[in-house]
């Protein structure tokens, strides 16, 4: 059974930081590709960040120069840093394995995509 959990800040003021967290536990040997995920309210799910296993990122145009994606490849767990947050950034932020980059002690990939529950942080003054 594979997991992802994320853990970090929920509540913040405009212009503060947050620093997220996603742990991927279970039968994970490596994870080649990761991203972080953003749903606010009324609005579809939109990528925020992302990072391949060699350390290459893509950042949204939304949080370009202000959050920070990054992993630690030893503890498959991925970080956002989030800076000079702005109240559009309230959402529930997801961390996210697609199918097939998520490997297995089997040394099968994951055929399905793994997400975490999901937690809310909350931008206001």
């Known amino acids: 059974q594979v997991q992802l959990v994320e853990s970090g800040g929920d509540l913040e003021q405009p212009g503060g930081s947050l620093r997220l967290s996603c742990a991927a536990s279970g039968q994970v040997v490596s994870i080649n590709y990761m991203g972080w995920y953003r749903q606010a309210p009324g609005k579809q799910r939109e990528l925020v960040a992302e990072?391949?296993?060699?350390?290459?990122?893509n950042d949204a145009d939304a949080v370009k120069g202000r959050f920070s994606i990054s992993r630690d490849n030893t503890k498959n767990t991925l970080y956002l840093q989030m800076n000079n947050l702005k109240p559009d950034d309230t959402a529930v932020h997801y961390c996210?394995?697609?199918?097939?980059?998520?490997?297995?002690?089997?040394?099968?990939?994951?055929?399905?995509?793994?997400w975490g529950p999901g937690s809310q942080r909350t931008v206001s003054s």
């Open positions: 990072i391949t296993e060699e350390g290459t990122t």
């Open positions: 996210n394995a697609p199918a097939g980059r998520l490997y297995l002690a089997t040394g099968w990939p994951k055929d399905r995509d793994s």
